[in-house]
């Protein structure tokens, strides 16, 4: 019997998944939240919420989001850290505005086979601007979602399904599209071959 899509248990305790589940446990820290409570909030149990925080678990980028959402952060604050630092090269005035694609940060859930990319060089900016690369056959997460504001998409590579509201739109490469993203969306890559996308959000919420 398969496990449920919150609960996943990665082979290994790997670097990534105990620094996740710090940083959560630290988020949850900060807002004075006790491990019962976030995990009524999520809807899961107070168990899984313990694994994930002691990276023993890795759930799935649907819980991801309900924590975020309950911590009261965009979702790509949970992204890690690259391990190396930015270079005068990338700074104007102090501030870095060049990302190299090896310091990006990264988010990667277990088992998704879905991987995002920071893209900017932090969560300041009034935009969110993601790499996300679909291995075959996988979905972004298991539901549709809403958020409020607008996302735009453009396909690297491959072919993804954009579905809204139930109504499918299909991105091969070159095609990039705009909506409401209020409306419930998924994306699906349906094929046999990788897609990668980049997605610009706005307002930050992924």
């Known amino acids: 019997m398969s496990r449920p899509a919150a609960l996943r248990r990665p082979s290994s305790l790997d670097g990534e998944g105990r620094e996740l589940g710090k940083k959560i446990r630290s988020l949850r820290l900060q ?3 006790t491990l019962q409570s976030l995990a009524q909030s999520v809807g899961v149990s107070e168990s899984l919420i313990s694994q994930v925080e002691r ?5 799935s980028i649907t819980t991801l989001r ?3 959402a309950e911590l009261n952060i965009p979702l790509a604050a949970l992204f890690l850290e690259s391990t190396r ?3 005068i090269e990338t700074k104007l005035d102090g501030r870095q505005i060049i990302v190299r694609r090896q310091e990006r940060k990264k988010l990667r859930v277990a088992r998704s086979r879905v991987n995002y990319e920071l893209l ?3 969560l300041s900016g009034k935009i969110e601007f993601l790499w996300i690369e679909y291995a075959p056959g996988t979905t972004a997460h298991s539901t549709s979602m809403a958020h409020r504001g607008e996302e735009n998409a453009v ?9 809204i509201e139930g109504r499918d739109f299909v991105l091969n490469e070159g095609d990039s599209i705009s909506f409401d993203s209020g409306r419930a969306h998924q994306v699906e890559n349906r ?3 990788q897609a990668i996308l980049v997605s610009a959000i706005t307002p930050p919420s992924f």
């Open 66 to 68: 309900r924590l975020a």
């Open 120 to 122: 900017t060089p932090d």
């Open 85 to 87: 630092a930015s270079s």
């Open 155 to 163: 396909c690297l590579k491959g072919s993804v399904v954009v579905t």
């Open 31 to 33: 807002a004075k939240m």
């Open 55 to 59: 990276g023993q678990v890795s759930p």
């Open 191 to 193: 094929t046999n071959e």
